[in-house]
């Protein structure tokens, strides 16, 4: 069964951080472009980084640069994402997602395959 599988959600205050992973199984991550996205409640759902399969170029939307980061362990078929100085305004439900040949793209329906999401909660 080919599927993602997240975890490292939860509640913190502004200004902390988080750590988000995506494993993969089933397949292997390594010929993937690896996006993640976020909806807030009512709000549509969003890019916000991407990185890509071969050489690893990463694209951030201005939002989250220089706050978040994504990185790759191929040996461990897992992504992640790595979430500092969070604010309120990064409350929402966290997806992985992997699309084949897909470049440096945060269009959702170019990705494949959609991790079930994670809650990122950010409150003092």
């Known amino acids: 069964q080919l599927q993602l599988v997240e975890s490292g959600g939860g509640l913190v205050q502004p200004g902390g951080s988080l750590r988000l992973s995506c494993a993969a199984s089933?397949?292997?991550?390594?010929?993937?472009?690896i996006g993640w996205f976020r909806q807030a409640p009512g709000k549509e759902r969003e890019g916000i980084v991407c990185i890509n399969s071969g050489d690893g170029t990463t694209y951030y939307v201005d939002s989250v640069k220089g706050r978040f980061t994504i990185s790759r362990d191929n040996a461990k078929n897992t992504v992640y994402l790595q979430m500092n100085s969070l604010k309120p305004s990064d409350i929402a439900a966290y997806s992985c997602?992997?699309?084949?040949?897909?470049?440096?793209?945060?269009?959702?329906?170019?990705?494949?395959?959609w991790g079930q999401g994670s809650q990122v909660s950010v409150s003092s």
């Open positions: 089933g397949f292997s991550l390594d010929y993937y472009t």
């Open positions: 997602a992997a699309g084949y040949g897909v470049g440096s793209t945060l269009v959702p329906a170019k990705y494949e395959y």
